[in-house]
C-alpha cells in the first residue's frame, strides 16, 4: 500500500514537476467545476472560454512580467499607465503618420523597453525603492497618455487589431471544427508526451528514482486528454472563432519566460538575489543589473499588453490601462509569490490570474453586479494572502502547502531545475 502511494505522489511532484503548481491548478479545476454547476453549463460554452481567454491574456501577460518584480521583493504600479502610454503612441503613430502596423508594434515594443530602463535606472543604480519610482510612474505616464492623446480615442486601423481580436484563421476540409485550434491542441499533446519520455530518459541516465511506467501512463493520458477535450472546445465555437491570437502570444510568452526563469542563470539569478540579495551579491550575482533588467523587462511586457487591449478595443482613449496593475498584482499573490519575495513561478501567476478570471466570469454569467464582484474579489484575494501569512508566522505550511506537503520534499530532491536559494 505504501508503495502505491509513493508512486501515486511521483505522479504529481516528481521529477521537474511542480508540486505547488499542481496544488493551484486543483483549485482552478474546482472553481471551474463549481461555476458550470451554477451557471447551468454556461462557464464551459466554447463562446465563453473564447472569451475569457480573449479578455484577459492582456492581464495574464502583466502577470507574467509582474511576478519577476515580486520574486525581487519589489512591486511595479506604473504598469497600467505605461500601457496606456504605448497604446496611444502606437495609435497616433498609425493614425497620423501612416505608421505600417507591423513596425508600430516594434514601436511600441521600444517605447516599453525605454519606459522600463528609465524607472529600471532609479530603482537599480540610485537606489529609490520601486514603490516609490513606479508610484511616480503612474502619475506620470498617466498624464502623458492623456496629453498626448488630448484626452480623445484614437481608432487603429484593421490589420493592427489581429493582435488583440484575431483569432486562428479557418482553413482545410469542413469538420465542424476550427482545423488550425485542432492542429494546436495535437501538436501540445504531442509535446506532452514527448517531454514525459525525456523527463524518464533523463531520470533513467542520472540513475534517480523513476516512477513505474503506469505512473507515466496515467498521468499522460490525463493531461492529453484534458488538452483534446479543450482543444475541441475552442474549436467548436462560432465560424470564425476560435482560440484567440492574443492567446497565442499568451502561450509563447509563458512557455519562453518558464523556461528562461526555471532554466538560465538570469533567472536563478532573480531567485537568489530575491531570496537574499547580500548572499547573492557575495557569491557573485550582478544585482543591480538583475534588478535594472527585470524592470525594464515589466515595462516592455506591459507596452505589449497595451498594445492587444487596443487592438481588441480597436481604439486607444485615456481611461486604457486603469487598474491593471491591481488585477496583475492579485494574480501573482493567488498565484503563490511570496510578499517579502524570493518565491513565485511564471505558471503560478498564469494560474491566479485565471483563478480571478474565471471567478470574475462566473459570477458575472450569475447576475452578480460589478459592485459585488469587485467586493468578492478583494475578499478572496485578502483570505487567500492572509491565511498564507498567518501559517506562515505560525510556523506552519502555507495553505498552498498544506494541499502539497506530502510532495514538497519529494520536489527538492528529485526536481534539479528548481531555484537557486542562496543561505541566509
Known sequence: ??????????????????????????????????????????????????????????????????????????????????????????????????????????????????????????????????????????????????????????????????????????????????????????????????????????????????????????????????????????????????????????????VLYSFITNNMIFGRHIYAVGGNRLAAQLSGVKSKRVHFLVMMNMSVLASLAGMIFVARSAASGPQDGLNWELDAIAACFIGGAAVAGGSGTVTGSIVGGLVMAVLNNGLQLMGVGADKVQMIKGLVLLIAVGIDVYNKMQGKPSLIGLMTRRFEKDEAVNDPSGPVRVAS
Request: charged letters at 10%; hydrophobic letters at 55%; a positive charge.
Open 1 to 254: 500500500m505504501t508503495t502505491k502511494f509513493s508512486d501515486i505522489k511521483k505522479m504529481f511532484g516528481g521529477g521537474t514537476s511542480n508540486a505547488r503548481q499542481f496544488g493551484m491548478i486543483f483549485t482552478l479545476v474546482g472553481i471551474i467545476l463549481l461555476f458550470q454547476v451554477l451557471t447551468h453549463g454556461l462557464t464551459l460554452d466554447p463562446v465563453n472560454l473564447i472569451a475569457i481567454v480573449s479578455q484577459y491574456s492582456y492581464i495574464l501577460i502583466l502577470a507574467i512580467g509582474m511576478v519577476m518584480v515580486i520574486i525581487l521583493g519589489n512591486i511595479d504600479l506604473s504598469v497600467g499607465s505605461v500601457a496606456a502610454v504605448a497604446g496611444i503612441v502606437v495609435a497616433t503613430a498609425m493614425q497620423k503618420f501612416d505608421l505600417p502596423w507591423g513596425l508600430a508594434i516594434i514601436l511600441g515594443l521600444v517605447i516599453g523597453a525605454a519606459i522600463g530602463a528609465w524607472q529600471g535606472f532609479w530603482v537599480a543604480y540610485i537606489g529609490v525603492p520601486a514603490f516609490i519610482v513606479t508610484l511616480a510612474g503612474m502619475l506620470l505616464f498617466r498624464g502623458m497618455n492623456q496629453f498626448i492623446g488630448n484626452a480623445n480615442t484614437i481608432p487603429v486601423p484593421p490589420g493592427f487589431r489581429t493582435i488583440g481580436a484575431g483569432y486562428l484563421p479557418e482553413v482545410g476540409p469542413n469538420t465542424g471544427y476550427n482545423n488550425l485550434t485542432l492542429l494546436l491542441g495535437v501538436l501540445i499533446a504531442i509535446v506532452v508526451v514527448i517531454r514525459e519520455f525525456r523527463l524518464r530518459a533523463t531520470q533513467r541516465e542520472m540513475g534517480s528514482e523513476m516512477a513505474p511506467t503506469w505512473v507515466s501512463v496515467v498521468k499522460v493520458t490525463v493531461l492529453v486528454a484534458v488538452v483534446v477535450y479543450a482543444a475541441f472546445l475552442f474549436a467548436g465555437g462560432r465560424v470564425g472563432t476560435s482560440f484567440p491570437v492574443s492567446g497565442l502570444i499568451l502561450l509563447a510568452l509563458v
